[in-house]
């Protein structure tokens, strides 16, 4: 067994990422099955310094109280032969071998095992670096579209670990398209083991999304208010509900969180269209229809609905001794849509 082969597998611990211990284990086992794979040599060990590369192949069996496997397996009184120290469970050498003796067939197995362990070992440590990413937002590249899905390629730390992402139809926007090549960030809802490694399968439409967009745009800010959290996530999502329906594909929608005069103030503000003053009067009334508006008629959703959602937005604050309020920025840089909650204590 050449040294210069082990060193240059124990560097794809640099390459791969695979922790240096695993991958030394991996290399030892492959050695070892292409050894055991001759009849007579199914008692065959091998061990491999990590620091130095050298190998040892030697012959051992276990010291067992009852024989069920001769090749593998010997009796406490064998083994004492060899190691008086021995107790039952031990591995206990009985010879040392040649290690060049590890010839040209043993060598093409023990690398068609190698390639196979390491693509084993290297979808493993990727899976490790997003099993843990259930219920956080992931921005990955679109790969491919495909009728039922839009499937991004991610890229975990290090730039070394992949894995797909798959973001089905029904947990898109239908207001949204995409592009070969583009940054897409979304919700991870489960992390899975797939043939070629970690599959994610992950939303833009889920509740929790608009969440965790709003903490990550404020991630410092702690904003003491009384109040039911799950009647806050409802109005935050209906506030960006409504600015993201009524502004153009791939513009943003900014959220932002304030304090001033013990009140939290959060904004939600589009790129969109101006709303005619008669509508912004009554905007967030029982129910308001853009069909009410003819300057919105030709925008790309002019005939969806807003106030219903924004009613709800209303009544919760009211109910948390807020107010409602929306304005059209100048120039028409789009729609401001602003709650006010008194702060706690």
Same mark, same amino acid.
């Given at each position: *067994?050449?040294?210069?082969?082990?060193?240059?597998?124990?560097?794809?611990?640099?390459?791969?990422?695979?922790?240096?211990?695993?991958?030394?284990?991996?290399? =030892?086992?492959?050695?070892?099955?292409?050894?055991?794979?001759?009849?007579?040599?199914?008692?065959?060990?091998?061990? /491999?310094?990590?620091?130095?590369?050298?190998?040892?192949?030697?012959?051992?069996?276990?010291? %067992?109280?009852?024989?069920?496997?001769?090749?593998?397996?010997?009796?406490?009184? =064998?083994?004492?032969?060899?190691?008086?120290?021995?107790?039952?469970?031990?591995?206990?050498?009985?010879?040392? *071998?040649?290690?060049? #003796?590890?010839?040209?067939?043993?060598?093409?197995?023990?690398?068609?095992?190698?390639?196979?362990?390491?693509?084993?070992?290297?979808?493993?440590?990727?899976?490790?670096?997003?099993? !843990?990413?259930?219920?956080?937002?992931?921005?990955?590249?679109?790969?491919?579209?495909?009728?039922?899905?839009?499937?991004?390629?991610?890229?975990?730390?290090?730039?070394?670990?992949?894995?797909?992402?798959?973001?089905?139809?029904? =947990?898109?926007?239908?207001?949204?398209?995409?592009? /070969?090549?583009?940054?897409?960030? &979304?919700?991870?809802?489960?992390?899975?083991?797939?043939?070629?490694?970690?599959?994610?399968?992950?939303?833009?439409?889920?509740?929790?999304?608009?969440?965790?967009?709003?903490?990550?745009?404020?991630?410092?800010?702690?904003?003491?208010?009384?109040?039911?959290?799950?009647?806050?996530?409802?109005?935050?999502?209906?506030?960006? =509900?409504?600015?993201?329906?009524?502004?153009?594909?791939?513009?943003?929608?900014? /959220?932002?969180?304030?304090?001033?005069?013990?009140?939290?103030?959060?904004?939600?503000?589009? &790129?969109?269209?101006?709303?005619?003053?008669?509508?912004?009067?009554?905007?967030?009334? !029982? *129910? %308001?229809?853009?069909?009410?508006?003819?300057?919105?008629? #030709?925008?790309?959703?002019?005939?969806?609905?807003?106030?219903?959602?924004?009613?709800?937005?209303?009544?919760?604050?009211?109910?948390?001794?807020?107010?409602? #309020?929306?304005?059209?920025?100048?120039?028409?840089?789009?729609?401001?849509?602003?709650?006010?909650?008194?702060? &706690?204590?």
């Amino acid at each position: *067994m050449n040294r210069d082969f082990v060193t240059a597998l124990l560097q794809l611990n640099a390459e791969k990422q695979v922790p240096r211990d695993q991958l030394i284990h991996t290399v =030892e086992d492959a050695i070892q099955s292409a050894y055991r794979r001759q009849p007579g040599d199914e008692d065959v060990c091998v061990r /491999i310094d990590g620091e130095t590369g050298k190998v040892r192949v030697f012959r051992a069996k276990i010291a %067992v109280g009852e024989i069920t496997d001769p090749l593998t397996e010997f009796g406490l009184d =064998e083994a004492k032969v060899f190691n008086p120290a021995a107790v039952l469970g031990d591995l206990v050498e009985i010879e040392e *071998m040649d290690p060049n #003796s590890f010839g040209r067939i043993h060598a093409q197995t023990a690398k068609q095992v190698v390639l196979q362990r390491l693509r084993e070992a290297e979808r493993d440590v990727a899976f490790d670096q997003f099993a !843990s990413r259930d219920g956080e937002l992931i921005t990955g590249t679109v790969n491919r579209i495909e009728p039922r899905a839009i499937i991004l390629e991610l890229v975990g730390q290090g730039g070394i670990a992949r894995a797909e992402a798959i973001l089905a139809t029904t =947990e898109q926007s239908p207001l949204e398209h995409y592009r /070969i090549g583009q940054n897409v960030k &979304a919700l991870v809802l489960e992390v899975r083991r797939g043939l070629r490694g970690p599959q994610l399968f992950i939303s833009r439409s889920h509740k929790n999304f608009l969440r965790r967009l709003f903490e990550l745009e404020v991630p410092d800010s702690e904003v003491p208010v009384n109040g039911v959290p799950d009647a806050f996530a409802q109005l935050l999502d209906k506030l960006a =509900e409504n600015a993201r329906d009524f502004a153009p594909d791939g513009t943003p929608v900014r /959220i932002t969180l304030a304090v001033a005069a013990r009140r939290a103030l959060l904004a939600v503000q589009n &790129a969109g269209p101006p709303l005619p003053a008669s509508m912004l009067a009554g905007l967030f009334g !029982s *129910m %308001v229809s853009v069909r009410d508006a003819p300057p919105l008629a #030709s925008a790309p959703r002019g005939t969806a609905h807003l106030g219903l959602g924004l009613h709800v937005v209303r009544l919760v604050a009211e109910a948390h001794g807020g107010r409602v #309020s929306a304005t059209n920025l100048a120039r028409g840089a789009g729609v401001r849509f602003e709650v006010e909650i008194p702060l &706690a204590g």
